[in-house]
């Protein structure tokens, strides 16, 4: 599997190349790999992991025959895969609501592909069509409404944008410009993903962190190697060049872990543990500090320390200044 490639990614070709392998016994590899746009090395190793894949029971007979010598592709005993999609009650009630939330989105791309699709699931569905009208799903877009529309008509017509951006970590406000690459809704929130002239790499960015959003006439294709993020692990991911921290969470603290991306989590024996994690800004991580008060501590690295007990000192004695005097 290509290193730029998900598993999500991969599986869904899978899912398409089996039946399609199915209908075209002694198809040519290389005909194959044109096909799914990918190399025939990659479907050689498709083709291997097709072999051990099978129904539960891992039995020989269970398996997916696959054979590929010669150049000549030859699929077997995968007929379940084959089988046309049946969609139970719950599959198609969510599948309808689903679409009827994703067709009010503002700026939707293809609004007749969406049209199409809803009319021939609710004519095939029928009673189940008739019962997805009790149920009503929004996907919220709130003030991001207008620049969600601005940023799928610079996608489609692939103009750059310039965005005034807020980071949060930072309380500022920036000023960039990206190539588009994808809208994409991630945990509730609209997300704006391309290529960022002033990183210089690929970022994800909030709308409702966009103060301004214009559409340049500017040619904004991204640059060939630029790959979208896999969002299987979340949106936040790490660079090797970020700041290693190592923190000293106690019992309290330990949700700290499972909230944010960690490199790794040890017991301290007590009921608490010890994690690392990396950051390119640490701003965020002192006020996490500071919040958490005496059930966690930095360990490393020691600067980091001193800033987050010279900011905690420096707050005590602003309250101890403000505080009335006792009579």
């Known amino acids: 599997m290509s290193a730029q490639e998900s598993a999500t990614s991969r599986l869904s070709r899978l899912l398409t190349m089996v039946p399609w392998l199915l209908r075209r016994q002694g198809v040519d590899i290389e005909e194959a790999a044109r096909e799914f746009g990918v190399s025939r090395e990659q479907v050689e190793a498709d083709l291997m992991l097709l072999f051990v894949c ?46 009827r939330a994703l067709a009010a989105v503002p700026g939707i791309g293809d609004r007749d592909a969406v049209d199409r699709a809803l009319a021939k ?28 529309g601005e940023a799928r008509r610079a996608l489609t017509g692939h103009r750059r944008v310039h965005l005034r951006y807020l980071v949060a970590g930072r309380d500022e406000a920036t000023e960039r410009d990206v190539d588009a690459m994808r809208v994409v809704n991630f945990d509730g929130h609209w997300y704006l993903e391309g290529w960022c002239h002033r990183a210089e790499d690929v970022r994800l960015f909030r709308f409702d962190r966009i103060e301004a959003l214009t559409v340049l006439d500017v040619d904004g294709t991204p640059p060939a190697d630029a790959r979208p993020r896999d969002l299987d692990s979340g949106v936040f991911t790490p660079h090797p060049t970020d700041l ?84």
Do not use: C, F
Request: charged share 20%.
């Open 121 to 148: 699931l609710e004519s095939a569905t029928g009673s189940v069509a008739a019962a997805a009208t009790h149920i009503s799903v929004a996907i919220d877009t709130g003030a991001a409404a207008a620049t969600l």
């Open 54 to 99: 099978g129904t539960p029971g891992h039995m020989p007979d269970d398996l997916i025959e696959a054979e590929w010598e010669g150049g000549k592709v030859y699929l077997g005993n995968a007929d379940t895969i084959d089988r046309p999609l049946r969609l139970g009650v719950d599959e198609a009630l969510a599948l309808i609501v689903g679409l």
């Open 244 to 327: 290693l921290v190592r923190l000293h969470l106690q019992p309290g603290a330990a949700w700290v872990a499972d909230y944010y991306p960690t490199e790794s989590a040890e017991p301290d024996g007590h009921g608490g543990q010890v994690v690392t994690l990396r950051t390119a800004d640490t701003a965020w991580l002192r006020r996490l500090m500071w919040r958490l008060g005496g059930q966690a501590t930095v360990l490393e690295p020691a600067s980091l320390a001193d800033e987050v007990a010279d900011g905690a000192r420096a707050a005590l004695e602003a309250y101890a200044g403000s505080a009335p005097a006792a009579r």
